[in-house]
């Protein structure tokens, strides 16, 4: 039987997700209320209108059939991520004189792709109720409006899996429990004690009272957007190192995370994921702690090699997770700005907070490599590419494949696009590189002294937009929006 796009579940969808919104627009006008700002209005403007559009979408379409097809489940997110951005970018538009329209989308597409590549060059004169609506959309767009719908939709038959298929993507399928939604209900538990004990950890590293909700915010979602002048240097020893504890385990899977607070503790050190991301962190970061070292004057002062080796960390950790923390307003040599590009396209561990190409993937094709050389010299043995003791399908090897090749041949057509605004190649490469990647806040450092975001046109930053959708998407989502046969009927 021939059907189309079923539209009324995603107006439906829609209006569950404005609803949901409404009362996320209320956290910030408190805050704008506390501090007795202006822009507090604007809040609660987009409160009412999202509750008024929101009950009336999910009225009008109320008996919505509840069938969601894989197709649907696809058009749905990849249309709510592009609809919902623009709703969040509305409070931006108060900063009339420091934000055109543009610039409003790109910061709300930043924040919650959790990309957290900013047009702010200076958080003097920002109202704090606009950043801590800035850090809200990294903890929301983290996991995704999946969360949201499955818990609010429970309409939704056993169809809502293609739902959560196409967010929470990853080869890794197993549940940390039989049903969906407990899944759902047990890794937002996760997420937020994990934000919690980040709070807490930055209040007890004298951190005051909004900058620790606003860096927990980003932190957890590995967003990476920063609410100081200066970068992350400018913090205590002890507030970066909660902070770097906090994006190493965002990193890391939450199906693993929950077998942690469990009694199956130990399946979470015998994960190979884990494992690899671990070594790679260690070995990348006593690697760039060399180069700093060699670079500078040897000093033998221990304080100072001290300063380094956390400092390495401190880069390694932001790349390798996705956060995309800035540690300072300088730029980086050459060697680092390359060494740390290429760590943002490993990325985390599937299941996570974190984007990129993912461990799990590149584990993958560096063993199919391997084997694929060893297949040429001994023709007639036998090697499968095995992932945490399992043998990998050559369909999901040729699928990773098929990823990999698309994500290089996007973020190298991306650079060249945006060399069209006068930008040169090689910072249009780290850029292009740094958002594909939801890295983005770390962009300005691997780029030259003279790049900021704030000084692309119009032109380069929709470039970047695009970038920002398709790492957080993960490529097949983003282009099923603008294949022919998709909208077409079956």
Known sequence: MSQRFNHQLFLYVIGVLLLFFSVAFIAPAVVGFIYFEACSWVFVFCSVSCFMVGTLLKQAYAKHKPFLSKRDGRLTIGLSWILLPVVGAVPYTFLGDYFSALDALFESFSGFTTTGSSLITTFIGIPKAILFWRALTQWIGCLGFIFILISLMPSLRNDVQNFFNIEFDSINSSKVKPHLRTTIYMIFIIYLLISGVCFVALLAAKMDTF???????????????????GGAGVFSPSIRVVLMSVMFLSGISYYLLYFLITSKRRLLFHDEQVRVYSKLILIASLILSLFFYFKTDFSTDIHAILATISKSFFYIISAVSTTGYSFSSQSLPLFASVFIVFLMFIGGCSASSSTGLKIVRVTILARYTTAAIKRLLFPHSVLPVRFNHSAIKDDSVNMIFGFFFLYIIICVVGAALITMSGISFDDAFMIASANINNVGGLGEEVASSS????????????????????????????????????????
């Open 211 to 229: 900058n620790a909700l606003c860096y927990t915010f980003t932190t957890v979602s590995t967003g990476g957007f920063m609410f100081n002048d």
């Open 451 to 490: 790049f900021t975001y704030a000084s692309t046109n119009s032109g380069a930053k929709v470039i970047i937009i695009a970038l920002m959708l398709i790492g957080r998407l993960e490529i097949y989502s983003f282009f099923a929006l603008f294949s022919r046969s998709i909208w077409s009927r079956r």
